[in-house]
């Protein structure tokens, strides 16, 4: 593979039209969309979206709802929008039980790549700076991509449950276990912005 530049950013109106894009084709392969913060719900108000976000942001945790963080993985060469990260900082009782701390989803057309682990790699330095030691990560056992992806970056099956007719399995990742074991791998170059809000992770791609 030719080498690539990704980062992973706050989601900005410049990636209205390529967020809405990124949505259609999920729908156009039927592909269950994970990790996006909701903006399935938002296609014609991304301006409401971005409220939304900022408002996950900045929520404390109630029984419905955690704060939580959402990014855009955009592959520089091209500015593409590959995929979507939403990181929930704490778990409810909901949350403990399926979709755990972090959802994530590439776009059907840029799978296969590696794109994916590196995502949640960089969801896991994320992590790591609020303080989390361990993250649950879910994923239906038939979702085989998914579960690779969740193994190869160190998480241990804690179970399997029963839901709507389908296996869902529960893995929990130790954060500093796993970022010691992938550095090697990856080894990012990362860039924090309190003030711009923006985590950067950067890698080449051969």
């Not at 994970?34 to 296609?43: A, E, I, T």
């Not at 091209?78 to 701390?101: A, E, F, P, V, Y």
Request: net charge neutral.
């Amino acid at each position: 593979m030719k080498e690539e530049k990704l980062k992973l950013i706050i989601p900005t109106k410049e990636y209205e039209q390529q967020a809405i894009e990124y949505i259609q084709e999920f729908q156009k392969y039927h592909s269950n969309i994970n990790g996006v913060g909701g903006l399935y719900r938002y296609l014609e108000d991304y301006d409401g979206w971005l409220r939304k976000l900022e408002d996950d942001r900045t929520r404390t945790t109630v029984t419905e709802k955690v704060p939580s963080e959402t990014f855009l993985l955009i592959r520089e060469a091209d500015n593409r929008l590959i995929g979507i990260i939403n990181i929930r900082l704490k778990l409810n009782d909901s949350l403990l039980q399926h979709g755990g701390h972090i959802g994530y989803g590439i776009r059907p057309t840029e799978r296969r790549k590696g794109y994916a682990e590196y995502q949640l790699y960089c969801a896991l330095k994320y992590c790591d700076t609020k303080g989390l030691d361990r993250v649950l990560v879910t994923c239906y056992k038939d979702n085989i991509g998914s579960a690779k992806t969740i193994q190869n970056s160190y998480g241990v099956l804690e179970n399997e449950v029963l839901e709507d007719d389908k296996i869902l399995q529960r893995y929990w990742i130790d954060v500093k276990f796993a970022l010691e074991k992938l550095k090697e791998k990856y080894e990012p170059a990362i860039e924090k912005s309190i003030e711009r809000k923006v985590l950067f992770c950067e890698k080449d791609f051969h």
